[in-house]
């Protein structure tokens, strides 16, 4: 009865297109006064701050804010004129290309649509002035900005971490392998798929421009060492890590690389701090819906309804992946994340999974749904930037969104593949 | 002249907002530094940081593009969008209203409840909802006046 009070205006009003913020703070609203008329709506503005007022949430707006600065201070140009004279002299190099440096920036920046925005728009015009199509390169682009969110560090992980009480830094290294297997998947795709377009190599670098294009990269390539090794060795906490990997990526774009002005600068923090905005009124919003998901035991009725399906835990495994699928095609992952994650927890012990396995399952389906029709935002950057139809983007993208799949698979059914790491590293 | 006072206010949001988060930033990298490179950490700091934190939020706020559903008001006509924009924008305000006047007590509340290591009283925290849900309403107000820069839209993840 809650949950319909709750989550029925919640529905009807986010899909007719009211802010998600708002959705959120009226139907709470609306069940608050119904259910429990005698609590003081005070609880709403106090809820809302305490929501936000939050040490690891912090890490968001760091993380956003370093990425927003690899791009201003030309970083994302470094990184792909080193993975050029790496591998640009193989079948698919410049697809190759593209993947490396997305799985660089994905070591400082934490965002999918802002990694895709930035390695997209310099290298899917390369890709197309040497011969690819625009939708395959697009595809790539789209596909490969995937790795950000999922190799440390993570704007969703965080988010996940904090809503359902785990560990930031144990999330970060779960990403880890599931992100390497991503990038292998999507560098054997892109090679096979390569040879059947008949694409033309270029010629292979030589030894010194590969050791100079190294030595020019280097500090750009310290970055992702610097944030991610800090963060696992306990230097520094995940939210010190975000502000390291900020200063540090503007010193280098202000000392060694120099190509940055004030008014980039200026520009990235207020981009950063308009996209943390975004997300943290929702959250301050989420948390009073979730405050009311637990006074109400909203969460555990639901959960007793699903343990009394009686299904096994691998058919309920594969239903949660359909469901975050298709909620993936509509919603935001950020926005999917607050609102279904306090619903969800209690389920888990039914599930048979860790809390962080299932966080790293449930992000990777709402990544794959950035790639997906009919909200997929992932899909609109790159076709833009490609200047083609989402339909090419979509079409060349559906072996890479294979490799997806099957990585989703293996994070759903074989727990090592996220708790292996995690594990040895916390240990002893 | 209009024009120009929305622009400038529009301005002075973004560089407040801008301001904040390079001090989050500043206070939290100067954290690691005093640890390490002077041996003393700085007590203040994780409540400093969070306070800012707050207060960038509420006022960035109303410049940010916020997270929605856009499939179906995409598909309206400019006159029907139109007026579902203002529909939703009147449920804004309104629930931006109720933010307001229910924050009012917990200022008076916490005014004698203080920061542990900083030392300013707890209705500060408060007063950024007071602050950033009016500048909000009034940017959303100001958006049917004269819209911000489409370019400026953005998703998050």
């Not at chain 1, 920046?109 to 990694?115: K, R, T």
């Not at chain 1, 020019?216 to 230097?235: K, N, Y």
């Not at chain 1, 835990?313 to 359909?322: A, E, H, I, K, R």
Request: charged share 10%; with cysteine; hydrophobic share 55%.
């Amino acid at each position: 009865m809650s949950l319909l009070l709750l989550l029925g205006p919640l529905l009807v009003l986010s899909l007719i297109g009211v802010p998600l913020v708002f959705a959120l703070l009226a139907s709470s609203l609306i069940t608050l006064v119904i259910t429990s008329p005698s609590t003081p709506l005070e609880v709403v503005p106090q809820l809302f701050v305490q929501g936000m007022d939050n040490f690891p949430l912090l890490a968001i707006a760091l993380f956003f804010l370093a990425g927003e600065l690899m791009v201003a201070c030309g970083i994302t140009e470094r990184l792909l004129t080193f993975a050029q004279s790496l591998v640009g002299h193989l079948r698919s190099g410049l697809a190759q290309v593209g993947i490396i440096a997305s799985f660089l920036m994905a070591g400082v920046s934490g965002s999918a649509v802002a990694d895709a925005a930035a390695v997209g728009s310099i290298l899917i015009q390369s890709m197309k002035k040497a011969g690819y199509p625009a939708g395959f390169a697009a595809a790539l682009v789209e596909t490969a900005s995937i790795l950000g969110p999922i190799i440390p560090p993570s704007i969703p992980f965080i988010i996940y971490a904090v809503l359902s009480g785990t560990s930031v830094g144990a999330m970060f290294m779960a990403g880890v392998i599931p992100g390497i297997m991503i990038a292998i998947g999507l560098a054997l795709v892109a090679r096979y798929r390569c040879k059947d377009l008949g694409i033309v190599t270029m010629p292979r670098a030589s030894r010194q421009v590969v050791l100079s294009e190294t030595g020019r990269a280097s500090f750009a390539l310290l970055a992702p060492v610097i944030v991610v090794g800090g963060i696992r060795g306990g230097i520094f906490t995940p939210t010190e890590g975000g502000a390291i990997a900020a200063v540090y990526v503007l010193v280098i774009g202000l000392f060694v690389y120099r190509g940055v002005r004030f008014g980039e600068i200026f520009g990235s923090l207020v981009r950063a701090a308009h996209g943390t905005a975004s997300v943290m009124v929702v959250l301050g919003a989420s948390s009073i819906f979730a405050w009311i998901i637990a006074d109400q035991g909203i969460s555990r009725q639901f959960a007793n309804f699903i343990g009394g399906l009686g299904a096994d835990p691998w058919v309920l495994v594969l239903l949660f992946n359909l469901l975050y699928l298709a909620v993936g095609m509509f919603l935001d992952p950020i926005a999917a994340l607050i609102i279904l994650v306090p619903i969800m927890m209690p389920l888990l012990p039914k599930l048979g999974q860790d809390p962080i396995q299932f966080g790293v399952m449930i992000v990777l389906n709402l990544m794959i749904g950035l790639c997906t029709p009919p909200v997929g935002y992932l899909i609109f950057i790159t076709a833009n930037l490609g200047k083609i139809s989402t339909t090419e983007v979509i079409k060349h993208s559906l072996p890479f969104i294979g490799v997806l799949m099957v990585v989703l698979l293996l994070v759903s059914y074989v727990p090592a593949v996220t708790l292996w790491l995690p594990s040895i590293l916390a240990g002893h | 002249m209009l024009t120009g006072s929305v622009v400038w206010f529009r301005r002075l949001l973004d560089a407040a907002a801008a301001l904040l988060l390079a001090a989050v930033t500043g206070v939290t990298f100067v954290r690691v530094v005093a640890r390490y490179g002077f041996g003393h950490g700085m007590p203040w700091s994780e409540e400093a940081t969070r306070f800012l934190f707050v207060w960038l939020i509420m006022i960035a706020a109303a410049r940010a593009a916020h997270l929605r559903v856009d499939l179906l008001t995409d598909m309206l006509r400019p006159r029907a969008r139109l007026r579902a924009e203002i529909v939703f924008a009147a449920l804004g305000i309104g629930l931006l209203g109720f933010l307001i006047w229910k924050d009012l007590p917990l200022i008076e509340l916490t005014s004698g409840d203080y920061y542990t290591a900083l030392g300013i009283s707890i209705e500060y925290l408060y007063w950024s909802v007071v602050a950033g849900c009016g500048l909000w309403i009034i940017s959303i107000l100001l958006a049917f006046y004269l819209p911000p820069d489409p370019d400026e839209e953005m998703s998050t993840s």
